[in-house]
T-cell receptor, first 114, second 113 residues
Framework: DARVTQTPRDKVTEMGQEVTMRCQPI?????VFWYRQTMMQGLELLAY????????DSGMPKDRFSAEMPDATLATLKIQPSEPRDSAVYFC????????????FGPGTRLTVL | SQKIEQNSEALNIQEGKTATLTCNYT??????LQWYRQDPGRGPVFLLL?????KEKRKERLKVTFDTTLKQSLFHITASQPADSATYLC????????????FGRGTSLIVHP
């Protein structure tokens, strides 16, 4: 049963620290999405990759967030420096490159910035 | 850009009844619409996809309709069970030329035994 994995599952850090979240997409999937979910905003798209190339990161605060795919089995989302308003659950999802982009979500990383 | 509206109030129903959830959208009609289920502490799970040329789609106890005139999709769960309690999100493409889905805020369903 193939699944998207994310690490860490929970992260508590202090304001100003760097945070790195990792995602392993399902083998054979070539699209990767990063989302942030909060009670106030719901699910917000942060970044979108196809075949490891970033296609859309318009939802991501560029000054502190960065997303990369060093290889097909790893996607990373970094926040530097982190701020309390970054506290949220961050989801990674992967999919096959199709016109409907059905997504398979990971379990999420719950980030708390104090 | 597209706006998606789902009822923010929780839907409470009795076990065995049919639950009906609504997803309304503004602007253009999307090429497809998806429904996902999300349980607390977990990521959303894909349930059903319906395309613009389809009026209705079924999967076991689930049924989705798509009315492009009303700009609305209805999601039905028949013979509901307490295990169906979760948040249900609809998703559709961000803009006319995009295939990236944007998610609604979701509606919480609570099925009482």
């Amino acid at each position: 049963d193939a699944r998207v994995t994310q690490t860490p599952r929970d992260k508590v850090t202090e304001m100003g620290q760097e945070v790195t979240m990792r995602c392993q997409p399902i083998l054979g999937h070539n699209t990767v999405f990063w989302y942030r979910q909060t009670m106030m905003q719901g699910l917000e798209l942060l970044a979108y990759f196809r075949n490891r190339a970033p296609l859309d990161d318009s939802g991501m605060p560029k000054d502190r967030f960065s997303a990369e795919m060093p290889d097909a089995t790893l996607a990373t989302l970094k926040i530097q420096p982190s701020e309390p308003r970054d506290s949220a659950v961050y989801f990674c999802a992967s999919g096959r490159d199709s016109h409907t982009d059905t997504q398979y979500f990971g379990p999420g990383t719950r980030l708390t910035v104090l | 850009s597209q706006k998606i509206e789902q009822n923010s109030e929780a839907l409470n129903i009795q076990e065995g009844k049919t639950a009906t959830l609504t997803c309304n959208y503004t602007n253009y009609s999307p090429a497809y619409l998806q429904w996902y289920r999300q349980d607390p502490g977990r990521g959303p799970v894909f349930l059903l996809l319906i395309r613009e040329n389809e009026k209705e789609k079924r999967k076991e106890r689930l049924k989705v309709t798509f009315d492009t005139t009303l700009k609305q999709s209805l999601f039905h769960i028949t013979a509901s069970q307490p295990a169906d309690s979760a948040t249900y999100l609809c998703a559709l493409p961000l803009s006319g030329g995009s295939y990236i889905p944007t998610f609604g805020r979701g509606t919480s369903l609570i099925v009482h035994p």
